[in-house]
Each structure stands twice: as structure tokens, then as C-alpha cells.
């Protein structure tokens, strides 16, 4: 079957993605799964490796959900799974080497499992560069499909078992927006909820806007629903998903309705814990710190995605937001929820950054001692127009100056932690520390690890005393 040429049902193309159509609203279907497709797994395990954000790993729970709905069953160990999906990310190219490499390696199981089946999807598998490599490579691959058809699963894995075919189905854009597809959530405690699909920022650097495609809002009712039955099952923390979840309900009819108002209707929900990301700065209106300040059950943690400390820099990104409006946020954001802890993620080195820009960046974080931030050095995604910028800054200086940023967050991170020894903390608990049997682990409501020992269950909210600090992390004790 490996040396069978592919059957391309549809790839994707750079050029429809980026196109957007801010007139039409996706078409609603609910997820059916045909008896056709019911027993194509039975027998056969399966293990999906997830990469990337958490909208990936919330795709992945969605396809292990229909893989146990089509009677496979979950292996924790890989290479003793005869289905392997591989949900990969396109945000950096580190991210696409590694896939390139584990499908290298992976590939050769086919040598000692005749019934192994190999599958790649998420954000690399919307990439043209990606797709062509696919087909031009000698690989054991079986088939591949996108972000926009997971729904499409059963009928592939049909064509690949049963038919013995490989088969390329990657869309574009999605054609409807579908509800109900089943779910496997690894943790019984918390949970993700997608409020949204795809992003129109077009920051000139970022492949999501085309590998996520245009930005669609689920309906409010279908959202409460999923929370509802989330609540029914256990849960106590959902998190929000989006691109960027300022943009809610823009491009639906109603769009009086906005991401403050929806948080407010889940916070209302009663569910105890409630988290959201990932806000863009340009759009952060003010009226989320007011509906975060009125509902404790809205944890005080927020992520807030500013980039660079550079004007010139931020231009060139697309970012919309000036340095001093994005600290007034941050003051109004403090002022108004006591104890937020307020995250970030920022690019060294985009092309051609002078060492005055970088500086920049270093004196906003000194101004703002966020609590911890996600760096990086910039990573060139063709099909941008970041991609096509000159660059003479050498890859030792954007190296050095990584680790100079580095140093700042490790810093700033362990002060902002030691602020809460000798202060009881309510925290949530996850489950067993994995370098300590006796002692439990969870997060507090501002997104702090904190390890302790104590009797308790999981998904148990405890009370704990901090009484050390790291960077990474709190450790306590339960009060009884």
C-alpha cells in the first residue's frame, strides 16, 4: 500500500486560505457517524502526538473521540499502536523538522506491524510545501488531512483499511462548521471548549491566518451547551478557545454579542474554575477585566500576547496596539483584579530588529515584570510577508539576545512567585506530581503550579500554604 501513489481529493492552496468572505456564515451540521464506518477499528489501537497549542490539543480530543467511536482503542505506548496520527503545528520551523524526523522514524514500523496505518493532520498538513514534500518523499504515510475536516476521519480511515488506499483530503477552508463530534478528554478535571475557529489578524509574520483560515464563532447556545454538559460530567475548569477571542461573535448576526458577554454567560453557568485564551492586545476591550471583576469564578489570569517593546517592530508585525495603550491595559487590568497574573509571548529577531528594538523590549519588560512570558527567536513561515523582509542580523545575535530576554523572565518569574509564600492558595487538583508519588499537584487561580502533600482527591479544590517558591512553581501544604 506505501508505494501506491496518493488519491488527492482536495490540498490546500495559500490563496484561497488568505481569502476571506466577511458576508457569509457557515452552514451548521452536527456529527454523524454512518454505520458503514462503526467497526473499521476493531481490533486495532491507536495513539495521536500532539504539537503545538492548545487549539491542536483540542483537535486531537476530537479525534480520539471518533477513533474510539469507530471501535479502536487508545495505546499509551506508540510503537505498539497500529494507528498512529501525528497533529502537527506550522508555527515555527523547528516544530516541522521534528514531525519530518518522527515521520522518518515512525514510518519503519510498517516492517514489523503489516496492520499499521499512519496518518499526519493539523496545521503543517495546510502548509502547499507540506503537502507536495508528502507526496514527493518515499514514506510510509496513508493518508493526510487538514484542520478543517476532521469530521471526514471515518471515511478516510475507510478508503485506507479497508480499500487499502492512501488518500489526501486537506481543505482549503471549511464548508460547514460542525458540532457534536465526540470527544476524549485526557484529564477529567479540566477542559477545553472551542469558542471559534481561525484567525483575520494577519500579523505579517504568522502562518495561523492561513493554516487556521478565517475566522468562524461558534453559536453562544452550542457553546453554553457543551460547558453545561461538561459541568454534568465533573468538570470543574473549562477553557475558552480562540485565535484570539476579542474577536468573538464579529462575524455572526448578532453582533451586539460580544467575548465579554459570552464570559459572562459561562461564568453565570456556575461551573467553578473559567479560563480563556489567547487575547490579541489591539482588541482587549476593557470589559473583560469589568466581567472578570464581578465573577470570582473567572480565574485572574490573563495572556496578553504583545510581541516586541518596539514601535517600529510592531508596525512591521501588524500589531496594532502602542506600546503605552498596551501598558494602560495592563495598569487597568491590575488596578481591577487583585493578583492577575499577566503572561506573554515575544519574537527576538524578527528581520532585521536593531539592537535599540531589542532594548526596547527589554525596558517593556522591566516596566511590566510579567509573570512569565513564551519567547522565541523569529522562525521565517514561507507564504508570509514577513518571510520576504531582508535580514542581516547574524543567528549568534539573535541567540544572544534570546538568552538576555531569558534571563529577565526567569527573574521576574521567581520574584512574582515568591510574593505568595506564607499565603494560602486555593488550588485545583490534577492529579500526582510525576517526580514525587506522596505529593499532588494542580493550579492555583493565577495559572501557578503548586506541588503539596496531603490527602485529597483529584479534582478536589483545596486550600494550601505556600511555603517556598521557584520559577516554575509553588510548593505547600494542605489546610485542613
Known amino acids: 500500500m506505501a508505494k501506491n501513489q496518493f488519491i488527492v481529493l482536495e490540498s490546500p492552496e495559500y490563496k484561497e486560505s488568505s481569502k476571506r468572505d466577511f458576508t457569509s456564515i457557515l452552514t451548521k451540521k452536527n456529527f454523524k457517524l454512518s454505520s458503514k464506518f462503526d467497526k473499521i477499528g476493531k481490533g486495532l489501537t491507536f495513539y495521536v502526538k500532539t504539537y503545538g497549542c492548545q487549539s491542536n490539543i483540542k483537535d486531537s480530543e476530537n479525534i480520539s473521540g471518533i477513533l474510539i467511536k469507530l471501535g479502536f482503542k487508545p495505546q499509551n505506548d506508540i510503537l505498539k499502536a497500529d494507528l498512529i496520527i501525528l497533529n502537527t503545528c506550522a508555527i515555527r520551523e523547528n516544530a516541522e523538522k521534528k514531525v519530518f524526523g518522527e515521520i522518518g522514524f515512525l514510518s519503519k514500523l510498517k516492517k514489523t506491524n503489516p496492520k499499521f496505518v499512519f496518518g499526519i493532520c493539523g496545521c503543517m498538513s495546510q502548509e502547499e510545501h507540506v503537502i507536495q514534500k508528502i507526496m514527493d518523499t518515499n514514506n510510509n504515510i496513508d493518508f493526510v ?5 476532521i469530521h471526514d476521519l471515518p471515511s478516510l480511515l475507510y478508503e485506507v483499511i479497508k480499500n487499502k488506499k492512501r488518500v489526501i483530503n486537506v481543505l482549503s477552508k471549511p464548508k460547514s462548521l460542525y458540532e457534536s463530534i465526540p470527544s476524549s478528554v485526557g484529564s477529567k478535571v479540566k477542559a477545553f471548549v472551542n469558542i471559534m475557529q481561525g484567525c483575520d489578524n494577519f500579523c505579517t509574520y504568522c502562518i495561523v491566518p492561513y493554516v487556521r483560515g478565517q475566522m468562524h464563532s461558534r453559536s453562544k447556545n452550542d457553546i453554553l451547551k457543551e460547558v453545561k454538559n461538561l459541568i454534568k460530567e465533573g468538570y470543574k475548569e473549562v477553557t475558552l478557545l480562540g485565535q484570539n477571542v476579542n474577536s468573538y461573535g464579529v462575524d455572526l448576526k448578532d453582533k451586539s454579542y460580544k467575548f465579554w458577554n459570552l464570559l459572562e454567560d459561562v461564568a453565570k453557568t456556575k461551573i467553578p474554575r473559567v479560563r480563556f485564551v489567547t487575547s490579541n492586545p489591539w482588541n482587549f476591550d476593557l470589559k473583560i477585566v469589568d466581567v472578570m471583576k464581578k ?21 512591521r508585525m501588524n500589531r496594532k496596539v502602542p506600546i503605552k ?3 494602560k491595559k495592563i495598569e487597568y487590568i491590575r488596578k481591577n483584579i487583585k493578583d492577575t497574573a499577566i503572561s506573554t509571548d515575544l519574537i527576538v529577531g524578527f528581520p532585521n530588529e536593531s539592537e535599540k528594538a531589542f532594548n526596547n523590549t527589554l525596558k517593556l519588560y522591566k516596566t511590566v515584570k510579567f509573570d512569565n512570558a513564551y519567547t522565541f527567536i523569529y522562525s521565517r513561515r514561507e ?10 542580523i547574524s543567528l549568534s545575535t539573535k541567540q544572544k539576545r534570546l538568552q538576555k530576554l531569558n534571563k529577565l523572565v526567569q527573574q521576574y518569574s521567581k520574584e512574582n512567585n515568591e510574593k505568595y509564600v506564607g499565603r494560602i492558595l486555593e488550588v485545583l487538583v490534577e492529579g500526582k506530581s510525576k517526580t ?5 499537584t494542580g493550579y492555583s487561580p493565577n495559572w501557578k503550579v503548586v506541588n503539596f502533600a496531603g490527602k485529597c482527591k483529584i479534582g478536589d479544590i483545596v486550600k494550601v500554604k505556600i511555603t517556598s517558591a521557584s520559577r516554575f512553581s509553588l510548593n505547600g501544604s494542605l489546610v485542613i
Not at 145 to 149: D, M, S, T
Not at 297 to 315: C, R, T
Not at 383 to 392: F, L, N, R
Not at 436 to 440: C, G, H, K, Q, R
Open 383 to 392: 507564504g508570509t510577508p514577513a518571510a520576504k523582509m531582508p535580514d542581516k
Open 325 to 327: 495603550e498596551y501598558l
Open 145 to 149: 488531512f487538514g484542520v478543517h475536516n
Open 295 to 315: 465573577y470570582p469564578n473567572i480565574m485572574p489570569y490573563i495572556h496578553l500576547p504583545v510581541q516586541s517593546g518596539d514601535e517600529e517592530i510592531l508596525k
Open 436 to 440: 514525587n508519588a506522596n505529593t499532588f
